[in-house]
């Protein structure tokens, strides 16, 4: 396992060691290197991707499940891999999950890290904060098995973009729906007002008066059970 004197160490020579960027000092620790939310979220919980950057901070709702982008951009050699550990802070105190992953040697990206809040309260991450430890490793034996897969993981993004996609064209099409239905509620209330009036011409203006009076309650009743 890599020390903070190693990990600076290796960071003088990239091509056999690993870098770090942006590198921040204070992050360093005894063992490893303390990561940094990123610029996006996913959460699983609203089938959103959430812009921390602009936002400031990462929201996390009772029971969420986020996928956080690291700040960093981490590059490993082929004698190099890594393991990414929780913070006891954000796990004690925040009720974050424990995290356990791997980087293989050869990684060049950000990194995608998982979270789960166990608190029955909404807690937050902010931006550029950290809130998992990545150690480092020496490989007895330099990797050689290449591993298709696209830089910063690209590909499992482009899947969590789809899912907030296909999100977004549901909540779309329920809200089409609801509004065709109660379309159709108005309709029946004005068609039955209008046959009232026929039926009864001399009483048309006490049959407009008590449709006016009823129709938001029944067009209450209505929608409210189309919410359902």
């Avoid at 919980?45 to 936002?55: D, E, F, T, Y």
């Avoid at 424990?98 to 980087?103: A, D, M, P, Q, R």
Wanted: proline content about 3%.
């Amino acid at each position: 396992m890599y020390s903070d004197v190693d990990i600076q160490q290796a960071m003088s020579d990239p091509d056999k060691g690993l870098s770090l960027d942006p590198y921040n000092e204070d992050c360093l620790s005894p063992v490893g290197y303390d990561l940094r939310v990123g610029e996006e979220a996913f959460s699983w919980k609203s089938k959103k991707i959430v812009n921390i950057q602009q936002q400031g901070k990462l929201e996390i709702e009772a029971g969420d499940t986020v996928v956080i982008k690291t700040l960093e951009k981490i590059t490993l050699s082929k004698s190099i891999s890594g393991t990414i550990h929780s913070m006891v802070s954000k796990s004690v105190i925040q009720g974050l999950s424990h995290i356990s992953t791997t980087v293989d040697p050869d990684w060049k990206g950000s990194l995608l890290v998982t979270v789960h809040n166990h608190l029955d309260t909404s807690t937050e991450l902010k931006f550029k904060e950290e809130f998992c430890t990545i150690c480092f490793y020496q490989v007895k034996t330099e990797s050689v098995v290449n591993l298709p897969r696209e830089i910063d993981r690209k590909d499992l993004w482009k899947q969590l973009d789809r899912e907030k996609i296909l999100a977004d064209r549901k909540e779309k099409q329920e809200e089409r729906d609801r509004l065709g239905r109660n379309a159709g509620i108005a309709t029946v209330i004005a068609v039955a007002g209008i046959g009232l009036c026929i039926l009864f011409p001399e009483r048309g203006s006490a049959v407009a008066t008590l449709i006016a009076a009823f129709s938001p309650l029944i067009y209450s009743f209505f929608t409210t059970g189309n919410k359902k």
